[in-house]
């Protein structure tokens, strides 16, 4: 990946160490805690649904490690913001659809404010700012990577 040769603005920095250390923690909590978080949205669950939760836990913190590690070049690292901006609007939709399916309880969409919706408006503008000043950072350099790849 090219590094960007412009300093991205401080607040793009922030935002992901914070998404960054967010995620960790809150991946952390999922994996060590899985009963006292479930809990505190008012469900009890399986051993099972405690996997799966903390299934989820892991993927979460991974994602933030991506996001500690886009803080060092954003522009350059756009696509590891651009996986995680999907994964905020995809994983509400597959919970509302879940959720309308009557296998989630609506309650945990709770979960979606901090972990998803908050996230939605500056990983965009951290994207755009990628696009307007990387070297390479633009859709149709993307698509020319991946016709490269085996």
Sequence with gaps: MMRSTEPSPAWI????RGAGIYNLV???????????M????GITTDAVGLAFWQC???????????????????AGQ????LVGLLGKVLGPIGFVWTA??????FRMGWTLLTNDLMWWIPFALILRHAMRGAPGCSPRAGLEVARSMP
């Design 56 to 74: 989820l836990g892991m993927v979460i913190g991974v994602y933030g490690i991506g996001y500690w590690i886009a803080a060092r070049d954003p």
């Design 78 to 81: 756009w696509p590891i913001v």
């Design 13 to 16: 920095l922030f935002v992901l």
């Design 38 to 41: 479930l809990a505190a949205l």
């Design 100 to 105: 309308a399916q009557g296998t989630l309880p």
């Design 26 to 36: 809150w991946g952390t909590a999922a994996i060590l805690a899985p009963r006292f």
